[in-house]
């Protein structure tokens, strides 16, 4: 497991001593605490700060494949082959409770907004509500019929909780389902895909559900009404995840057609494409830290890329921001019209790499505390493997796609 630093793009640690494959990772509320699951039946509990294992929970017989925090960080929950769920004291590393019910494997655990409850879904084709504090089932969710995708056949694809907790949304074949949690009834049956629904997401502020899967469309809708507020198409491939902006005016998407899509939830008009990734998008996570208008993407090619979005009055921008490599340095199709503060030296090494455009003049370059990196000192960190930095960037429409910001010009560049 690697954490990686949000600004520079370095690895600041990793997490070491796992003897199988790591299924699914997660991040306790204060943000000091890693908790991974493992195909060998482990829950581990690291430390951010010194990438110290804590404990190592045992007590599953199969592969771990999902884990979460509670929202109070007090608990973790675990679930995979197998089918049970299990509840564990993240202080003490004791297990709570077993969760038993589900008759095929486990593969995706939420805990509700207020902790009180969590929803687990599984290969049986039921999503099973139970309450943390006495370990009982309180509703089976089922009407979600399977779809097959590589390793697992997975049944019920996405499942999210909306932000009051009193409805849950999943999809799986075409058709979304919003499930009262008080009285585990369907309120809304949300139809208009066309193929397969693999991911559900509800908005941060509530009231609002998106939807995405097979046939490359994204669906906006109203939970109160279940009606399709817009479709957003595009994407020319499966469409594998998307996510809101903290605001809730914006959506990014990621596709099998190796694109990323910035979307207006308002006007359900897409604002900027980056296109020409080498290959698709597997996940999303947008920055929730004030006045970072970032994004997080990890492909199929195992590489992470923070982009930024950048708003000019009403045209958006997405920029890439790092992209972490071991030892080289990758620019490709690369613009750097208006990059500000770019030297010669650096302007020629781009040029070599097939970079285009002219840069910005130095007189032209922001105030001295809003400064960026410089490629040169991009560079001089590729000396460390472990923390190597390349910058990489896309077409991208309606914009053009910069170098990293903080840029210096203290040292030279080495080959």
Partial sequence: VRLWDVVTGGCRRILAGLSDYVR?????????????????????????????????????????????????GDQVASGGLGGSVKIWDAGTGESCHTLTGHTSDVLSILYSPKGNQIASRSQDS??????????????????????????????????????????????????????????GDCRHILIGHTKDVWVVVYSPQGGQVVSAGEDGLLKLWADGTGECIHTLAGHTSRVTCVVFSPKGDQIVSGSEDNTIRLWSTTSGQCQAVVQDIDTYIRSIAWSTVPGMNYFVTACADFSVRMWKVVEDGSVCHIRAHWRPVNGELNVTKTSIKEVQGLGQLNKRLLEQRGAVGKPLHADRMRES????????????????????LAVESAPVSNSVAGLPEQLEESEQPTE
């Fill in 24 to 72: 699914s990772i997660a991040y306790s509320p204060r943000g000091d605490v890693v908790v991974s699951g493992c195909d060998d039946g482990t829950v581990r509990i690291w430390d951010v700060e010194s990438g110290a294992c804590r404990q190592i929970l045992k007590g599953h017989t199969y592969p771990v494949f999902v884990v979460a925090y509670s929202p109070q």
């Fill in 126 to 183: 039921t999503i099973r509500l139970w309450d943390i504090k006495s370990g009982t089932s309180l509703h089976t969710l089922s009407a979600h019929y399977g779809i097959s995708y590589g390793y697992y056949h997975e049944l019920v694809a996405g499942i999210a909780y909306s932000p009051q907790g009193d409805i849950l949304a999943a999809g799986s074949d075409s058709i979304v389902r919003l499930w009262d949690m008080e009285k």
């Fill in 369 to 388: 505390s809003q400064k960026v990196l410089s490629l040169v000192s991009v560079v001089s960190a590729l000396k460390e493997p472990s923390t190597g």
